[in-house]
């Protein structure tokens, strides 16, 4: 009961807020927190990444390995994307089989990066249909303070993007490490998610915890490089109207910009 | 690869670009639960049951101040092509998650604190756009159950093949197609209450597509607002 009471005090002021244009921490609406990305942070992944997106912290790392194909994508490399929110993120997270909310936070970050065709698997066969290089890309929450699908997607993105792909070659049907010879990965466009949140008639960037608390809906979309939108994700207990639709992907794409710009310096 | 599209714009299954495929709608099919629906929309064939408002269990669940919405979509094993594996997958919980989102805003569920609407959706057969064909008939299950509605949920996707804006997505469309965009609207508010993207899309493209999603969402509305009349009117239940 306590909790719901202090909600309510907390969604009054961020409102009372919003109609003079600002928010609890003194940001503009279409203003992201601060990112910070730093690579190479687990030398014995093939690629790392740690973002913190204002107090929103996460480690991704990417595994490249030889693997099979799916029965049906022969002609193309794996490409799996996962995230999990590890209980020592959040006081409210609890050790055990994954929320609906975090599945939907892996499967929202795997979709941006899928759907943006980041990565060409074509060039990742070894041999079609039976062997083929696997990108394996894990995420962890560790300090949670809103909007992990950003930073998720930031993290994973940055991880990639600091990779090296081990060369593999076929000896008697099976794939064998050459030792010393790397390449990059075969990035084709950058995904950059962006995420909103509506309070009352007010659209928001970058939700904080507390305003995720008391949002009536979020939304992500995520871009490309060539400014197409690729990938969408509505959530929360409430809708949005055709205009907010609208404006929510113009955001995505004036904010999606600057981002890029940040992930660019990283390639 | 099959050709998705002929020259002169008719899609594989023999639809116009703006045409839907052939829905159908029965309210009250299920004896046990408190209000049903069973859709076929194309190939889709779904059946959703509702219970509740009931006692919530596990009880930490239960809010104090309102009743909850839990829902479930599951998919049976023969509703596709390779037998599906009867557990819950990732994609099903997560289509749960946004079914349940897509409904929430249209109860009202403030007058029974404590309590729970279960809704559980099951695919028996399953053909592309599923998760629109699920919401449709879990919105009409619940209207049945007679809980206070604020307004029914009506559910299509649009998407992007051969190049063009096409309304509801078959199954191969989905597979081999451009782009997939589930959307889901509060017909007489207008606000939409569902939406998902895989796929590229320009800035136009998708302003047009949401569009097309929310013209088709209305059609089926049409068919809900007829099942329903059906069910109540014109069956002689009072």
Redesign the interface.
């Known amino acids: 009961m306590e909790s719901v009471i202090i909600d309510q005090l907390k969604r009054d002021k961020i409102l009372d807020l919003l109609k003079q244009g600002r928010r609890l921490d003194g940001r503009a609406l279409d203003e992201q927190r601060p990112l910070t990305i730093e690579t190479g942070v687990i030398p014995k992944a093939n690629g790392s990444a740690r973002v913190k997106l204002g107090n929103t912290e996460v480690i991704t790392g990417v595994k490249v390995q030889p693997d099979k194909p799916f029965p049906d994508l022969g002609d193309k490399g794996i490409l799996i994307c996962t995230a999990e929110i590890l209980p020592l993120a959040d006081p409210h997270v609890e050790p055990g089989p994954p929320t609906e909310e975090v599945i939907e936070l892996a499967r929202v970050v795997d979709r941006g990066i899928r759907e943006t065709e980041m990565i060409d698997l074509h060039q990742l066969v070894l041999i079609e249909d039976k062997s083929v290089v696997g990108i394996f890309i894990d995420s962890s929450v560790i300090d949670s303070d809103g909007n992990l699908f950003d930073a998720c997607s930031y993290a994973s993105v940055s991880a990639v993007l600091s990779s090296t792909i081990p060369k593999y070659e076929i000896k008697d049907d099976a794939p064998v490490l050459v030792e010393g010879v790397t390449s990059k990965p075969p990035v084709k466009t950058l995904p950059v998610s962006v995420t909103m949140a509506r309070i009352g008639d007010y659209i928001i960037v970058d939700p904080t915890k507390d305003e995720e608390a008391c949002m009536d809906a979020r939304i992500t979309i995520t871009t490309n490089s060539a400014g197409n939108i690729c990938a969408l994700q509505k959530g929360g207990e409430d809708g949005f109207t055709v205009d907010q639709l609208f404006k929510c992907s113009e955001m995505a794409l004036s904010v999606g910009t600057k981002i890029r710009k940040k992930l660019e310096q990283l390639m | 690869m099959t050709q998705l599209m002929s020259e002169d714009g008719i899609r594989c299954d023999g639809r116009r670009v703006d045409q839907l495929r052939n829905i159908s709608i029965k309210v009250g099919v299920l004896k046990n639960a408190d209000g049903s629906a069973y859709i076929e929309f194309g190939k889709n064939k779904i059946l959703a049951g509702v219970f509740g408002p009931r006692d919530v269990h596990p009880k930490h669940m239960a809010n104090?101040?309102t009743g909850i919405l839990r829902c479930r979509y599951h998919m049976s094993p023969f509703s596709v092509t390779e037998r599906k594996n009867p557990a819950p997958s990732?994609?099903e919980?997560?289509i749960?998650?946004?079914l349940k989102?897509a409904l929430?805003?249209a109860l009202i569920l403030k007058d029974f604190p404590r309590t729970v609407v279960d809704v559980f959706v099951e695919v028996l057969q399953a053909d592309g756009g599923s998760r629109c064909a699920a919401l449709d008939a879990a919105a009409v299950a619940l209207a049945d159950t007679g809980i206070p509605m604020r307004d029914l949920v009506s559910a299509c996707a649009a998407g992007k093949v051969a190049d063009r804006i096409v309304l509801d997505v078959n199954n191969e469309e989905d597979q081999e197609g451009q782009a997939d965009?589930p959307v889901a609207?509060?017909p007489n508010s207008?606000?939409?209450?569902?939406?998902?993207?895989?796929?590229?899309?320009?800035?136009e493209e998708?302003?047009t597509c949401?569009?097309t999603a929310?013209g088709g969402c209305k059609q089926v509305y049409e068919v809900q607002r007829r099942a329903l009349i059906e069910r109540y009117f014109e069956s002689g239940v009072q």
């Open positions: 104090q101040d990732r994609r919980i997560e749960s998650k946004v989102e929430q805003p965009m609207i509060m207008g606000k939409v209450t569902l939406m998902q993207l895989d796929g590229i899309l320009t800035s998708y302003k949401l569009q929310i």
